[in-house]
């Protein structure tokens, strides 16, 4: 795992420093004469392998400062544990031009936990600050409410001491090329115990049309990236990189004998889809259909039913859509007038006529003109046929057979989550510091016979990741971030999939089915420690003692 460490982020609080007091004589003038060594400002962070910090020997002049040396030892001690980190230090010019000492150590604070930061010089005196980690808190959105031509989505940060919206990513792509990311300032930043809310379609709408890119774009995915801090954090403007308010000496200042603000937080990252009707009313550019989303998720041909997921976070009206077996013509079952999907769920439509397979299901809407279609070629009659993970396809050529590598036959789970029929190999652990790995289990049963199997986190990977050496029946298989694997698991948040080929029968000269048997979504992990299941492919659980090509019964929950 590479190095997190961004000094545009130590500037939130640290690089306004010199060019504020260089702007201001009065405020240099008001240090003279104290007792107070140093100013120290930063943040420790839980989320990144490299911590920065930034100290300023108090002086009579303003450019006391430009120097190759500090007079300076500063550490970090976890209260609980007496565990001292000593950080080194490193002379940094800053985006400002300005020179500074920045103090660095290659360690991890873990979250939750009381840190005591000192800056000792050498005659003994010291400029100190207790500050606490924020606990891992992982958001949730909630149901968007649409509200006079707008649209909000509410997210909700349960445990966040303090939490600020720092801006709205956009994955965007412009005629069908790659996808390219935009970031949108959020003006009304501080949260209201403990939520944000992102009225989406003003914010975004004003952005697109500064830059003359109303229209031009489409939207594939949003994100809301929050910045989630302890309570010391507590900017009156309700900003929490309000540079002007930080800087104002006593306004947030927690050092002791010394000034400046040290606090502790990190940023997360929770995506979202708006619908296709909040899309135009944001200036993206969409000739799809309202329910264009929409997925035609499983299908029973045995029972005659279809299931359709919806993967947006808002609901979608389908009153007067149709499942047909004809693009034109033919049989239908027509929905009705007040049908619905939820966000993020399911939708059971009975068929009033037969299917059976190979077979082509269209979703019409009311106008009579296709959304999308289902083709079930691969799937035999009297089987469910489906998607894993819910709502996705991926389709690839191997060969002359065109296969879906998120599609395939399921248990039948209708109005629930999906399930593959065959799991010949599961995730199993994940651990994300460092040198990252992804874990697979061998189940001692199976009804189909392993030929291969991948770890990939995106579907742009598809087959290009090396295979992994087979794990024997109840043996275990590491995917890791080693030179040359290619592999690369996000410490802030990430998915992670399972890529199985296997043959319905041991013969070795049986046809080979590539699909996705497991899927994880995960976010940020305590330091050290992993997420998995427990014991070995059973139920998830967080919090466990890295046990990399071992059985996790042995990890012990944290």
Do not use: H, K
Request: hydrophobic fraction near 40%; charged fraction near 20%; charge should be negative.
């Amino acid at each position: 795992m590479t190095f997190r460490l961004s000094f545009r982020r130590l500037a939130v609080l640290a690089g306004v420093l010199v060019p504020f007091l260089a702007a201001c004589d009065e405020g240099v003038g008001g240090t003279q004469g104290t007792d107070q060594v140093f100013t120290i400002w930063g943040y420790l962070d839980p989320t990144i392998d490299q911590q920065a910090i930034r100290v300023v020997p108090i002086s009579d002049r303003i450019d006391a400062e430009a120097s190759d040396a500090i007079d300076a030892e500063v550490t970090v001690t976890n209260v609980a544990t007496n565990e001292v980190v000593a950080l080194r230090d490193s002379l940094v010019t800053f985006d400002t031009g300005e020179s500074g000492f920045v103090f660095i150590a290659d360690w991890t604070p873990s979250f939750g936990q009381m840190y005591r930061l000192e800056a000792r010089r050498s005659d003994g005196r010291v400029a100190s600050v207790e500050v606490e980690i924020p606990p891992l808190v992982d958001a949730e959105v909630g149901e968007a409410v649409s509200t006079l031509g707008d649209v909000t989505y509410p997210f909700a940060f349960t445990g966040a001491p303090n939490v600020f919206a720092a801006q709205i990513d956009l994955i965007v792509q412009q005629g069908g090329g790659d996808t390219t990311r935009l970031s949108v300032p959020f003006p009304a930043a501080r949260g209201a115990e403990n939520e944000v809310a992102i009225t989406f379609a003003s914010t975004v709408r004003g952005f697109l049309t500064d830059r003359q890119l109303v229209g031009s774009l489409q939207l594939i995915e949003a994100e809301l990236v929050a910045f989630v801090a302890n309570e010391e954090w507590d900017v009156p403007t309700g900003r929490f990189d309000d540079t002007d308010a930080i800087v104002e000496p006593g306004t947030v200042s927690n050092v002791t004998d010394g000034f400046g603000f040290v606090g502790g937080g990190y940023f997360t990252r929770t995506s979202f889809v708006p619908s296709v009707n909040t899309q135009i009313r944001a200036g993206f550019g969409a000739s799809e259909d309202a329910a264009a989303r929409i997925r035609i998720n499983e299908v029973s041909t045995a029972d005659g039913w279809v299931e359709l997921y919806n993967p947006l976070d808002e609901v979608v009206s389908i009153g007067g859509y149709s499942i047909a077996d004809a693009s034109t013509g033919g049989q239908q079952t027509v929905l009705p007038g007040t049908a619905a999907i939820g966000a993020r769920g399911f939708f059971v439509v009975d068929l009033t006529f037969d299917i059976d397979a190979p077979q082509t299901l269209y979703f019409r809407n009311g106008a009579g003109r296709e959304v999308l279609q289902r083709n079930l070629v691969s799937v035999e009659t009297g089987r469910t046929f489906g998607s894993y993970p819910d709502g996705r396809q991926l389709v690839l050529r191997i060969g002359d057979d065109a296969q879906d590598l998120m599609g395939g036959a399921l248990i039948p789970t209708r109005g629930q989550p999906n399930e593959p029929e065959a799991r010949p190999v599961l995730l199993n652990e994940i651990y994300t510091a460092g040198t990252g790995w992804a874990e697979v289990f061998r189940p001692l049963t199976s009804d189909v016979t392993l030929r291969n199997v991948r770890v990939i986190t995106s579907e742009r990977e598809v087959l290009s990741r090396p295979t992994l050496p087979l794990p024997t029946p109840g043996g275990l298989a590491v995917a890791d971030e080693s030179a040359g694997a290619g592999l690369v698991l996000e410490q802030q948040s990430g998915e992670v999939l399972v890529l199985a080929g296997y043959s319905e029968s041991p013969d070795p000269g049986a046809p080979v089915r590539f699909r996705v048997v497991d899927v994880r979504a995960y976010g940020l992990q305590n330091p050290d420690l992993s997420e998995g299941r427990m014991p070995d492919g059973g139920p998830w659980q967080a919090d466990l003692l890295p046990t990399r090509g071992a059985p996790n019964a042995t990890s012990r929950p944290f």
